[in-house]
Nanobody, 132 residues
């Protein structure tokens, strides 16, 4: 079992920065993808934001690389999403997610592109609101 708990959401003005964290606990094993997804509060499809695999390779959703940075600490228990130059369209509920593999991780970018199909564990989310 893997438990994920997000924090750091809030309200920020356009152009500002926000740092989201996800506490990761339980047994991820040695091969995994840990991801950020988001979904607008008005509904709509879930969008892949960023992912990092157990080898440290990072992946980003379309158009987000450069403004967003994903990282995982050395202890592998805290996932961070640094969001810079945020815009009103970044307003959404942000979710931490994990997919486990054996023996090696697959392409984490595929998780982002398919909206999280096949994800094993989800956090409850943290709300980000960007005002113009």
């Amino acid at each position: 079992q893997v438990h994920l708990e997000e924090s750091g959401g809030g309200s920020v003005q356009s152009g500002g920065s926000l740092r989201l964290s996800c506490a990761v606990s339980g047994h991820t094993g040695s091969a995994y993808c840990i991801d950020w997804f988001r979904q607008s509060t008005s509904g709509g499809p879930r969008e892949g934001v960023a992912a990092i695999d157990s080898d440290g390779t990072t992946y980003y959703g379309h158009g987000l690389k450069g403004r967003f940075t994903i990282s995982l600490n050395n202890a592998k228990d805290t996932l961070v999403l640094q969001m810079n130059d945020v815009q009103p369209e970044d307003t959404a509920m942000y979710y931490c997610a994990a997919r486990l593999y054996y023996p090696v991780p697959s392409d984490c970018g595929q998780n982002l592109r398919n909206g999280g199909y096949g994800i094993d564990y989800w956090g409850k989310g943290t709300l980000v609101t960007i005002s113009s």
